[in-house]
């Protein structure tokens, strides 16, 4: 079979399955082919736009956008802590209650609108991710910190919030640690304020 | 609606996407959702299966964003590539393949949110190179692309050898290419500001 002249049809989806396989073979194989390939792909699509129908329904959008975030499992969404009136001795055990997981602080500044998760690479390092926090005050940033199972916090890296961002941070994120976020005094500290902003769930 | 990120391209969307940036995949179902809808609809004449379609395409776009390549074509084509893939597996599944033309077939009317005046040039522009072609050609690639048939399915069903066919399609695209590559022919997103 010359499979040069099926590029078209390719293009159209007009190809029985086992044709499209082997056609994809054959591309695989030829440069030439390949290239017609993206020229018809980009005018094939054009008979897209040529179609008209209402707006979908929003319900499709919300059903996207959840799927994809169930799909991730290598991202880790951040949760908001809440408060759990306790009594803590805050500063010394802070440490302590962060490591722990103990439901640490409310948000002072209600952000329903934020989003966050922690993207983990193979090899240990992580992003995190955030849309939606406001920007921290001026005389004050946000810090991201790592708190391996049973350790103390590390410091992880600095943002000042605002619109999307995201942060690299810093050192390689061990299996079992908690990721939390915390405001600070410009600079950053050593170890974490309270109150827990977000933090990954133990 | 917030549209933070209205200002990057496709293509570095899809690449935010792949970073797990859930906002970027909304962006770009804010700017190809409707043209994938409506090509689904068009081509599975249901809501719900072309609700399902263009589902499929988008987490298809989440899942596989890391392994897009620029170099390859276009964002906008690879999504709507997927959406049309997955409609004309969908209509084939489901044996509900229709031959009505582009024209013939009834207009939905449009309800809810005015369409954007950016898709409407398009379709008007793909609407007006599509009446250039030879009615052979127009009526190939119409059947292909909004029927679902095969190639060898059209052979039969218009009574043409298969080559013929294979050079109606190939001749079609060819002169929509070229009536679409006139200047000002833009059929990705181009940000307003």
């Not at chain 1, 073979?25 to 736009?49: G, K, M, P, V, Y």
């Not at chain 2, 988008?58 to 959406?83: C, D, H, N, Q, Y």
């Not at chain 2, 409407?120 to 050609?137: F, G, K, S, T």
Request: overall charge neutral; glycine content about 6%.
């Amino acid at each position: 079979m010359d499979a040069h002249d099926l590029t078209a049809a390719y293009a159209l989806d007009a190809l029985a399955p086992d044709e499209a396989e082997a056609y994809e073979r054959h591309l695989s194989q030829c440069e030439e082919c390949r290239e017609q390939l993206a020229e018809l792909n980009e005018t094939a699509t054009a008979l897209a736009f040529a179609t008209v129908a209402p707006a979908p329904p929003a319900r499709l959008r919300a059903s996207i956008l959840d799927a994809a975030a169930a799909e991730r499992t290598n991202v880790v969404p951040l949760l908001r802590r809440r408060w759990v009136a306790r009594g803590l001795a805050v500063a010394a055990a802070a440490a302590a209650c962060i490591a722990v997981g103990l439901a640490v602080s409310l948000s002072q500044s209600s952000q329903p609108t934020v989003t966050a998760s922690v993207v983990l690479d193979p090899n240990g390092t992580a992003t995190l991710h955030i849309s939606g926090l406001s920007a921290a005050p001026s005389g004050k940033t946000y810090e991201a910190w790592v708190i391996p199972k049973g350790g103390s916090p590390r410091p992880a890296g600095l943002f000042p919030g605002g619109g999307s961002t995201t942060v690299r941070l810093r050192g390689t994120v061990p299996r079992n640690a908690v990721v939390a976020v915390t405001r600070e005094r410009a600079g950053g500290a050593s170890t974490p304020t309270p109150p827990v902003l977000f933090s990954t769930p133990t | 609606m917030n549209r933070q990120l209205a200002h990057l391209s496709d293509e570095a969307l899809v690449a935010l996407a792949a970073r797990s940036e859930q906002s970027a995949l909304a962006e770009l179902y804010d700017r190809y959702g409707r043209t994938a809808y409506g090509l689904a609809l068009r081509v599975l004449r249901d809501q719900t299966l072309a609700e399902d379609a263009v589902q499929e395409a988008f987490l298809t776009v989440w899942r596989t964003a890391s392994r897009f390549m620029p170099e390859r074509g276009k964002a906008s084509t690879w999504i709507l590539t997927l959406v049309h893939r997955r409609a004309v597996d969908a209509v084939r599944r489901e044996q509900r393949r229709r031959a009505d033309s582009l024209d013939q077939a009834a207009e939905p009317a449009v309800e809810g949110a005015e369409e954007d005046a950016f898709l409407h040039l398009q379709r008007e522009r793909v609407q007006a190179a599509l009446r250039h072609l030879p009615d052979a050609q127009r009526e190939a690639l119409e059947l292909a692309y909004y029927g679902g048939f095969t190639q060898s399915e059209l052979a039969e069903r218009l009574g043409q050898p298969l080559g013929t066919i294979k050079s109606r399609m190939f001749g079609g695209l060819s002169r929509m290419r070229e009536l679409l590559g006139e200047p000002g022919t833009e059929t990705s997103w181009t940000p307003t500001t």
